[in-house]
């Protein structure tokens, strides 16, 4: 079956850091792959997606890029803020499933950015 | 303003006492679909439904029920909770099977 496996958390960085967040599938298709993010309190928010591969995703300062060959789909941001405190999931769409649009999650990691 | 809405925001119930987390979406969406939140388990998909009348199975579907009787409401029943249910529910709705998903702000519910 699919998976998506992200690094364990809490990631602590100071403000201004470089932030780099690990993300590996496995799947039997082609997927989509998609980073969402949840702040406090609030559901999942779509970050970015990349639909196939060497495309790469980018909002709000993020970025991540479909790497087939490695089946990776890492989430970058050059310089991190307070504001980016939050939980963030990896994720995949696998087209494979007929009928059926499953959204495979990772286990979310938990990134906190201190003045 | 373009949502999905989800009540309650937090429920406490007791074993066996049915239940009905609501949810409703106002941007059209042919798609919706309930997961629940586990710490270190991600999210895992509950049942989805592609469009009135049709709903499925996801990945975790034992305990619950599910219905879709108009295209905005998608309501998630317990009809007799366990503690093995409690956790943070969330409904989500997309336009359509590739589009994004948009996320409810989330149910945690505890069942003792």
């Known amino acids: 079956g699919n998976s998506v496996t992200q690094m364990e958390g809490p990631v602590t960085l100071s403000e201004e850091a470089f932030l780099t967040i690990n993300c590996t599938y496995t799947?039997?298709?082609?997927?989509?792959l998609f980073w969402y993010v949840q702040y406090p309190g609030e559901g999942l928010q779509l970050l970015l997606k990349?639909?196939?591969?060497?495309d790469k995703g980018s909002n709000k300062g993020f970025e991540a890029t479909y790497r087939k060959e490695t089946t990776s789909f890492h989430l970058e941001k050059g310089s991190v803020q307070v504001s980016d405190s939050a939980v963030y999931f990896c994720?995949?769409?696998?087209?494979?499933?007929?009928?059926?649009?499953?959204?495979?999650f990772g286990s979310g990691t938990r990134l906190q950015v201190q003045p | 303003e373009a949502q999905v809405t989800q009540n309650p925001r937090y429920l406490i119930t007791v074993t066996g006492k049915k239940l009905t987390v609501t949810c409703s979406q106002n941007?059209?969406?042919?798609?919706m679909s309930w997961y629940r939140q586990d710490p270190g388990l991600g999210l895992r998909q509950i049942y989805y439904?592609?469009?009135?009348?049709?709903?499925d199975k996801g990945d975790v579907p034992e305990g619950y029920k599910v219905s879709r009787k108009e295209k905005r409401n998608f309501p998630l029943i317990l009809e007799s909770p366990s503690p093995n249910q409690t956790s943070l529910y969330f409904c989500?709705?997309?336009?359509?099977?590739?589009?994004?998903?948009?996320f409810g702000n989330g149910t945690r519910l505890t069942v003792t």
């Open positions: 990349a639909t196939k591969a060497d």
């Open positions: 439904s592609m469009n009135v009348e049709v709903t």
């Open positions: 989500a709705s997309s336009l359509a099977e590739a589009s994004p998903l948009h």
């Open positions: 994720a995949l769409s696998d087209p494979t499933y007929t009928g059926r649009r499953a959204l495979t």
């Open positions: 799947a039997t298709g082609y997927p989509s």
């Open positions: 941007m059209n969406h042919e798609y």
